[in-house]
């Protein structure tokens, strides 16, 4: 008996073994293919993918506090991170999947809704998922973490056929971005996280809501001080909405 019981257990550990190997195989070869896409997505591409848009400011032109209100209120890990996050990622997929949804929503790094942007499509799906991570961790050993900021606050749509921070703060404030109050860039850093939701000729009190998120963050953050903080949320948005067609 004690001989038998041995025999099935070499056996079963044998079966056990070569689907471990098998599982890994089959890991090291999709790892691999979704490696060398994104190194072709990458190699293929240059500066030029990003500046396409009117308006376009280098990372020198565009006001510290944009730049602080993006990075607060989307991917505060942006300047430490290598282009993913990945304990974001994991509480986007539980949350994603404790609240029974299909898709996996949240958990993108700036460099990943970047990547996005440019190189894939708005589906929310875990292909495109997997595909946003190499990409994104292959974009940050490219291009520095200055570029990255810069080529995302000009390509961020900003509603209204707007695609730079310069072409938002034209429209809705006739205001170069230099001249904008600290709650009005806010206002326009609200926008991004959805066009339609935010958009600032459709639904200002939303994107007031959005701007006054923003707002504490900067200040938890260190990057705004309590009276920065109180005059920013006091101060009355106005938008321009004259002669300006409204779209999603």
Request: glycine share 4%.
């Amino acid at each position: 008996g004690g001989k038998l019981m041995k025999k099935k257990r070499k056996t079963i550990l044998r079966v056990l073994y070569s689907l471990i190997s098998l599982f890994l195989i089959i890991v090291t070869i999709i790892f691999s293919a979704f490696n060398s896409y994104a190194n072709s997505v990458i190699n293929s591409s240059s500066v030029d993918d990003f500046t396409k848009h009117n308006g376009y400011l280098s990372f020198d032109e565009i006001p510290s506090h944009i730049v602080d209100a993006f990075i607060c209120i989307e991917d505060e890990t942006f300047w430490t991170n290598n282009g993913y996050n990945l304990k974001s990622m994991a509480r986007g997929i539980y949350v994603s999947i404790s609240s029974g949804g299909d898709n996996l929503q949240g958990g993108s790094t700036i460099t990943q809704q970047l990547v996005k942007n440019i190189y894939l499509t708005q589906e929310q799906s875990v292909l495109r998922k997997i595909k946003e991570f190499f990409i994104a961790a292959k974009f940050n050993d490219k291009y520095t973490k200055k570029q990255t900021i810069e080529f995302y606050i000009n390509n961020c749509y900003y509603a209204n056929n707007c695609y730079t921070i310069e072409s938002a703060s034209l429209l809705y404030f006739g205001l170069n971005p230099a001249e904008l109050s600290l709650s009005q860039s806010a206002y326009l850093c609200a926008i991004p996280n959805s066009p339609t939701a935010f958009n600032p000729l459709k639904n200002p009190k939303a994107a007031i809501k959005r701007r006054d998120l923003i707002l504490e963050k900067m200040l938890e953050r260190g990057c705004i001080s309590q009276k920065e903080y109180n005059e920013a949320i006091a101060e009355e948005i106005t938008i321009n909405t004259s002669d300006i067609p409204t779209t999603k």
